[in-house]
């Protein structure tokens, strides 16, 4: 299909106009949703290549091509729409709910951002559109990843809930997981629900509200345990890949600063390492945390988000998923501009 769109390939002459049509739709479909204030992320994902023996070889940046995002459009219509239905006809059913991020979270991210010279509209009643002006402000630019994760930190977590309480990342009023029925359960209750009462005339399945809802809750907690089960395999497999790189040097990203010292995400692989307060012996450092730096006593000496710097891989720990960096040396070309305004 992507070599279709891209016009490399061919499947034959009425499936290649089938797809490419069904590609325009999808565009159309995408900028309505960005007319109403969606959010739209586009943050870089690792994929891990392993060999036949399940070893990593190789961390690629997972590519999302237009063919990816042709069906990703789809979906979300035909999550949006049968939600709507549902609603409509009253039946009981688990929608997808993302609530409004917290205001003490946006009033933070306003005041990092600001400092480092991106604006967040503050508002009484913040708005996706709000939001995703910050991403389209920071669209192509080197601190493009950063800003978006800081973003994402803010929101709140979508759940499943039996009250239909909106999706404030797509901005839509009403949003369920109906796609994907064979590997998740609540797609599957919204299938159970559909085919019970549209099909076959009976009443609907789920009449015990309270038993439902618990339901939900119990398929909210087995989602977050089967995302930290995937962060935790994916980062074992990157682990047990840069242990084949102890002593190389990469380039990259301060990603995040506290006081025991601070995160550096690597260009080339995406992956994340900590440089130690202990391993800066040139000073003593004090965490600031309002301005997101550690800064050298005597020296003067910084290390911000955001700034690019070059480290060694110094140390890999498999059983607790962690590396650890020596930093080198702060690298100056090409590096972003990040450094605090005046007031």
Do not use: C, W
Not at 78 to 101: C, F, G, K, Q, W
Not at 181 to 205: N, Q, S
Not at 282 to 292: A, G, S, T, V
Request: hydrophobic fraction near 35%; charge should be negative.
């Amino acid at each position: 299909a992507q070599e279709v769109l891209d016009g490399t390939g061919s499947v034959s002459p009425e499936l290649d106009e089938a797809i490419r049509l069904l590609d325009d739709h999808a565009r159309r479909i995408r900028e309505r949703r960005r007319e109403r204030g969606a959010v739209d992320f586009d943050l870089p994902e690792a994929k891990v290549i392993l060999d036949e023996d399940g070893r990593p070889v190789d961390i690629r940046r997972r590519e999302r091509q237009s063919s990816h995002r042709l069906i990703e459009e789809y979906m979300i219509l035909a999550n949006e729409i049968v939600a709507a239905d549902l609603e409509a006809r009253d039946l009981s059913t688990m929608y997808r709910i993302h609530e409004r991020p917290a205001r003490e979270k946006v009033e933070a991210l306003a005041d990092t951002l600001s400092r480092y010279g991106v604006e967040v509209a503050v508002r009484k009643s913040i708005k996706p559109s709000d939001l995703q002006r910050v991403l389209d402000a920071v669209r192509g630019r080197p601190e493009e990843a950063l800003v978006s994760n800081l973003v994402l930190r803010s929101m709140s977590k979508a759940r499943y809930h039996t009250d239909n309480l909106g999706h404030f990342g797509l901005a839509s009023p009403g949003y369920l997981h109906f796609t994907s029925p064979i590997r998740r359960y609540p797609d599957l209750v919204a299938h159970r629900v559909l085919t019970d009462v549209l099909v076959h005339g009976r009443p609907e399945p789920y009449r015990d509200r309270e038993e439902l809802t618990r339901e939900a809750e119990r398929s909210s907690a087995r989602e977050r345990a089967a995302e930290e089960a995937e962060r935790a395999s994916v980062a074992l497999k990157k682990v047990e890949f840069m242990e084949q790189h102890l002593g190389d040097t990469f380039i990259g990203r301060i990603s995040g600063v506290a006081a025991f010292g601070f995160f550096v995400s690597l260009e080339q692989y995406l992956v994340d390492g900590l440089v130690h307060v202990s391993g800066l012996q040139d000073d003593y450092y004090r965490f600031h945390e309002r301005d997101h730096v550690l800064v050298g006593e005597r020296g003067g000496r910084t290390f911000r988000l955001g700034e690019r710097v070059e480290v060694q891989v110094a140390r890999v720990d498999k059983e607790g998923r962690h590396i650890d960096f020596v930093v080198l040396r702060k690298v100056r070309a090409d590096s972003i501009d990040l450094a605090p305004r005046e007031g």
